[in-house]
């Protein structure tokens, strides 16, 4: 399972705006893809300024063909909406992980 995890540092002004957003609009367009089986939403507690709330998405995809199919066709597209919405606002970045094993 390859795992494609978006980092966002939310401005406190427009975070009740863009949590709405993420839930009603972004999360099902990305799952509209067909690219990702979940997406798992979390607060980022460690690390970073009070002044700003950071929250990490994971989307769960089933292999590096169709991540990479996603990036390519939908990535930009996807991005822009969030940028054109909320400015620098909302700052993020991407990184791609690998599931080597899951415990219980």
């Known amino acids: ?5 978006v980092t966002n540092h939310v401005a406190p ?5 863009w949590l709405e957003w993420l839930n009603e609009t972004h999360l099902p367009e990305m799952m509209a893809t067909g690219v990702f089986a979940s997406a798992l939403v979390l607060r980022v507690y460690d690390g970073f300024d009070a002044a700003e709330t950071a929250y990490a998405i994971q989307y769960s995809a089933n292999n590096h063909d169709d991540l ?6 939908n990535k930009q597209k ?7 919405l909320f400015g620098k606002n909302v700052l993020q970045f991407s990184t791609q992980l690998e599931v080597l094993s899951q415990h219980s």
Request: proline share 0%.
């Open 13 to 17: 002004e427009i975070e009740s705006q």
């Open 68 to 73: 990479d199919r996603f990036l390519k066709e």
């Open 1 to 5: 399972m390859i795992l494609y995890n």
């Open 78 to 84: 996807l991005k822009l909406q969030s940028l054109k």
